[in-house]
């Protein structure tokens, strides 16, 4: 039996902000990127062992743009988003074709804490 919710401000806020940043990273748009995330904004990506930190905006700015370069084709399937006040995590699929045109994916989960409607951190993991 479907039921309505209602959130509460804070919460609201973190999924709207997620879900911007998603959209943002799937349309490649490093401005979008960049209006989504706080100044001091830190990106934990999912390089082994422990992920590759990136700390402020120019760090950020310069490591997505990499990342957009080197994966045209990719994209992330949101598989679940669940949030509560300025903490949510969200699970997904990234999925790419290679140079070669093999097609590509792995399931990963970012965490991730909001202020002020922007995100200010992400933590990537990965399976595998």
């Not at 349309?27 to 422990?50: G, K, L």
């Not at 969200?90 to 909001?114: I, M, N, P, S």
């Not at 202020?115 to 399976?127: L, P, Q």
Request: aromatic residues 8%.
């Amino acid at each position: 039996m479907a039921t309505d919710v209602q959130l509460d401000r804070q919460t609201a806020e973190t999924i709207q902000a997620v879900r911007a940043m998603h959209d943002a990273v799937n349309s490649q748009d490093i401005e979008a990127v960049m209006a989504a995330v706080t100044d001091d904004i830190v990106w934990e990506t999912t390089s082994p062992p422990d992920g590759q930190r990136f700390s402020g905006k120019v760090e950020v700015r310069a490591a997505g743009e990499g990342f957009f370069s080197s994966s045209p084709n990719a994209s992330f399937e949101e598989e679940e988003l669940v949030a509560l006040g300025d903490r949510a995590f969200q699970t997904w699929v990234y999925r790419w074709v290679d140079a070669e045109g093999k097609a590509g994916h792995v399931r990963g989960l970012d965490v991730v804490r909001v202020r002020d409607g922007k995100v200010a951190e992400i933590r990537s993991y990965v399976k595998g």
